[in-house]
């Protein structure tokens, strides 16, 4: 009896290995050839609607499908993924499906993608942000150079302020919430140095509920204009909107449909011309191995200005000199 | 420090120390019935959504009520669930709680995106300023222009006081955690009273889910409590279960982040890390004292069997 239930237990386990390792293969014939559908695969650490950071890239992914046509190219995505164990999951998952492109959209996957990316040698992965290729030449790496629509707000902001006083709701102090309120408070003391930037951070990307009590701190302190960075600002903006005449300044994602009167401008990341880039040299062969960085230069920043605010024309000349300052050199702004 | 900053601190403490005054004081009536139910932020959870979805869809001012009304029945949905799981199936009480917590917090993700999907906000309840008491300088700005949620909160302390201490049901209640041999020798039923008081927990958990969702935040995400449910049940140990202990566990713990905001945005020089830390590291050192153990239900987290013991 003992002996059957070995052999029964050890077949089982072949079973079971043998199909783990069939999961496993990068099916060698992914590689699709001129005009057949391209597949991309998106992890995102927060909802595709998040109205910041995941959204920023959904958005990408559907204008180039739209281009396309969705007979051409497939998205799969999977949201909320804060959590690394689960999103590594996903990535070995869609990588060992056979996706032309696997797409790790945080900078927390960094350990993820660069084990996955060394198994299947034929997928092609990009995660950011961030600027390490880990050396692999099927790892592509990209971000924003964050610090440049920031400032551009920051100009902005220093024109709309009427207290003098300005809030910054931050959520951890790192990576582009790091360089973009950095750009901001640069913005800000190069038109107007005697304004008063206060910036916090909640030690979270995700707690909205924290954002709300930094933001309503800030207002009860006399901002009456704030920004801050991640999908967690929606609690921001939430006491701006309660508050009544607070302005609010987003990034990642045009963030005006959030509260139409009182944004006044977004710094927007467009990915889609750097995406373009990529998937026509996935299709001829190059994996990766490169960086991206979105700047207003290239195109991968864009300032939305939000119709529903009426800007001065003053306000709106200084802006336009700091994109045009931040795109010729002529403006550093340090990231 | 000038007048408007220190409204502006008592005021978002007080209407912080809210959800915690609600999920805390229900958890309190739980545990002193002897049932600890660790799944207070799950239920906060679904009653933060389930009022949320309710406001969103129906016109204001009956929607928020409404709201607030459906975020209590989903909450008592959840507290009767724990109640048959915990008292009549008699599991181990932390372990189910767990479990409760991680239902109510993929059910309510779910169900929003289902439902919602996106950011949206609702206008939620206005602070009402009290007559006379208002007009107090500092102290009327600061604690009587509140929300009707806030004020009925910390109007639950002296309520929950005077069930336990001078009613019938209070001793019941006490009686079956502290004994429930000798409370059922007397004749009173030992599951009946536990499963009164765990809904009545989940009940007030849902609303303050729903005090979140509609009164201070006014909007709802996945997580939105993010572990605050577990603070609570945490201030029950620190409040030594009684009603006044954890208005003060509540306060002090509040107090203590809205001055951690504060003095962030006054930028007095403490790193902001720190600054986040400083709320959970004093519910910690608060927690190793042990004034309060002596007062723990004697039955708590223990299952209740005729004729045994």
Redesign the interface.
């Known amino acids: 009896m003992k002996t059957r239930n070995a052999v029964l237990v050890s077949v089982l386990i072949a079973l079971l290995l043998s199909a783990c390792a069939s999961g496993a293969q990068p099916s060698g014939g992914a590689q699709p050839a001129g005009g057949e559908k391209f597949r991309v695969a998106v992890v995102m650490p927060s909802a595709i609607n998040d109205v910041a950071f995941s959204q920023s890239m959904y958005n990408a992914l559907l204008a180039i499908q739209k281009e396309v046509g969705a007979d051409n190219f497939e998205i799969k995505y999977s949201e909320n993924m804060f959590k690394v164990p689960d999103a590594t999951a996903a990535i070995r998952d869609y990588a060992s499906q056979g996706f032309n492109l696997v797409i790790a959209h945080g900078s927390q996957y960094k350990g993820s993608v660069q084990e996955i990316a060394k198994e299947f040698p034929k997928v092609a992965f990009a995660w950011g942000t961030d600027v390490d290729t880990f050396g692999l030449p099927n790892v592509t790496a990209y971000t924003a150079a964050a610090e440049e629509g920031c400032y551009v707000n920051g100009v902005l902001a220093a024109k709309v302020t009427k207290s003098k006083k300005i809030g910054v709701t931050g959520p951890v102090e790192v990576g582009d919430a790091k360089t973009c309120i950095d750009g901001f408070t640069q913005g800000v003391s190069a038109t107007d140095p005697s304004i008063q930037v206060s910036k916090t951070w909640t030690g979270s990307f995700s707690d909205v509920a924290k954002m709300t009590e930094a933001a309503k701190a800030h207002i009860a302190s006399g901002a009456d204009v704030l920004t801050g960075s991640s999908q967690s600002v929606v609690g921001s903006i939430g006491a701006a909107k309660d508050a009544g005449n607070v302005l609010w300044f987003g990034t990642q994602s045009d963030q005006s449909s959030l509260a139409p009167s009182l944004v006044v401008s977004s710094q927007v990341y467009d990915w889609v011309p750097s995406l373009k880039d990529l998937i026509g040299k996935i299709k001829s062969g190059d994996l990766g191995g490169e960086t991206y960085t979105l700047h207003l230069n290239n195109e991968g920043l864009k300032m939305a200005l939000n119709s529903g605010y009426a800007l001065s024309a003053e306000a709106k000349a200084a802006a336009d000199a700091a994109i045009k300052g931040i795109k010729d050199g002529s403006i550093k702004v340090q990231p | 420090m000038n007048e408007?900053?220190l409204?502006?601190?008592i005021?978002?403490a007080i209407s912080?120390a809210t959800p915690y005054l609600y999920a805390a004081i229900g958890e309190m009536f739980a545990q002193r019935s002897g049932v600890v139910n660790l799944g207070v932020d799950g239920i906060m959870l679904m009653g933060a959504y389930v009022g949320f979805f309710v406001a969103l869809n129906v016109p204001t001012p009956g929607g928020l009520w409404l709201g607030l009304l459906m975020a209590a029945v989903a909450g008592l949905l959840m507290g009767l669930l724990m109640s048959v799981i915990s008292v009549t199936l008699k599991a181990e009480q932390g372990i189910s709680g767990i479990g409760l917590y991680i239902f109510g917090l993929g059910l309510s993700?779910l169900l929003f995106?289902v439902t919602i999907?996106?950011?949206k906000?609702v206008d939620?309840f206005k602070p009402v300023p009290i007559p006379v008491l208002s007009g107090i300088p500092i102290i009327g700005p600061a604690l009587f222009n509140q929300s009707v949620v806030v004020y009925g909160a910390f109007l639950l302390v002296p309520l929950a006081w005077f069930v336990l201490e001078r009613t019938t049901w209070g001793l019941k209640i006490k009686a079956v955690g502290q004994s429930p041999a000798s409370a059922d020798s007397l004749g009173v039923s030992v599951n009946r009273v536990r499963y009164v008081c765990v809904c009545l927990g989940g009940m007030l958990a849902g609303i303050a889910g729903a005090s979140?969702s509609l009164a201070?935040?006014?909007?709802f995400?996945?997580?939105?409590?993010?572990g605050?449910g577990f603070i609570a049940v945490a201030l029950v140990y620190f409040g030594g279960w009684r009603p006044l202990g954890i208005l003060i566990g509540a306060l002090l713990f509040s107090t203590i982040?809205?001055l951690q905001?504060?003095m962030?945005?006054?930028?007095v020089g403490i790193s902001?890390?720190l600054a986040?830390?400083l709320p959970y590291i004093i519910t910690i050192v608060a927690l190793m004292f042990p004034i309060n153990r002596a007062r723990q239900p004697a039955a708590l987290n223990k299952p209740f069997e005729r004729g045994e013991n």
């Open positions: 408007v900053v409204i502006g601190i005021a978002s912080f993700s995106r999907g996106t950011v906000t939620g979140m201070t935040v006014k909007l995400q996945d997580n939105l409590t993010a605050l982040n809205s905001n504060f962030q945005v006054l930028n902001p890390d986040v830390m």
